[in-house]
């Protein structure tokens, strides 16, 4: 059925109820199946939308909140490429974590992508705050379930760079607000940027792992479960790429960052004795490529972005899913 205002399903809540739903099912084994749920219900969410879709972008799900009119789903074909291959991975992702021994870490991962969907069908900047938020705290933790001293670590210097990156965003988009009336989330005028916008720009580059506020991944990434790390490099960095691609493409600072992110982090997986870090970095190399494209800002640059994400996501979480499966004995 074409989604329209009254039946519009959100990709993101079938997530977002099992992360609510999963930790009261810790008896029984009904909470694994329950897990593969959510991506499929979002999986069939975007068939629906697809088959709504024109030229034109939809904006579903408005409500009235405080005076502000509030989009959960602006939805185009760019958010829709990105929703696709989160919802397909995260379902790849569930599969390989059937045997995980308590339902605490795929509520975890549950919360994370349902945030990041959101984030991909955010249109105004308090949409996109809130489900920012949640995938941050869903990913932090991801890092703590696995309850090693090193882990606890790892995830409080991952959330410490995550609130920074919260509030740079919340700060950003307060003072656009003020300054402009709307909460809009949309292409700015990179050739005008006043210094809120900078400010949304501070708390998206944190998100992506730009050089040199990366540091965040490349210490937690392999501190994480052999679970939390598929679902870890999957999600957050390439909902940065998005948030870049529809609100800064063509920002001629983003080419030479993301060479820096490229070359910089390649250098650093070289020597990498731990393959789970080698990844990481390797990560933050192939996300550079991205905001390089998406600096570039042509049509040209802007898909083959799009499309480098969309195989990332895939690839990427193969081998994170392989390392995990030597890490574990499986």
Partial sequence: MPADQTTFFHPALGFLLVAVVLPFLARGQAWRWLTLAAPLAALASLGGLALSMGDAPLELGRVQWLGMTLVLGHVDKLAMVFAAIFSLQALIAAVYALDVKSPGEPAAAALHVGG????????????????????????????????TDRAIAAGYRYFLFHILGGVLLLLGLVLRARATGSLAFGPMDVTALAFYDWLILGGFAVNAAVVPLHAWLSDAYPEASAMGGVYLCAFTTKTSVYVLARAFAGLDLL?????????????????????????????????????????????????GACAHAVAHVAYKGLMFMAVGAVLTGA
Avoid: H, K
């Fill in 255 to 303: 080419v030479p960052l993301g060479a820096l992110m490229t070359l910089y982090a390649g250098v650093y997986a070289l020597v990498q004795n731990d393959a789970r870090r080698a990844l990481a970095y390797q990560t933050i190399a192939q996300v550079g490529f991205m905001v390089a494209g998406v600096g570039v800002g042509t049509q040209m640059a802007i898909n």
């Fill in 116 to 147: 990041c969907l959101g984030c991909l069908f955010a249109g105004d900047y308090v949409t996109l705050f809130v489900f920012w938020e949640m995938a941050s705290l869903g990913s932090t933790l991801l890092i703590w379930l696995r309850r």
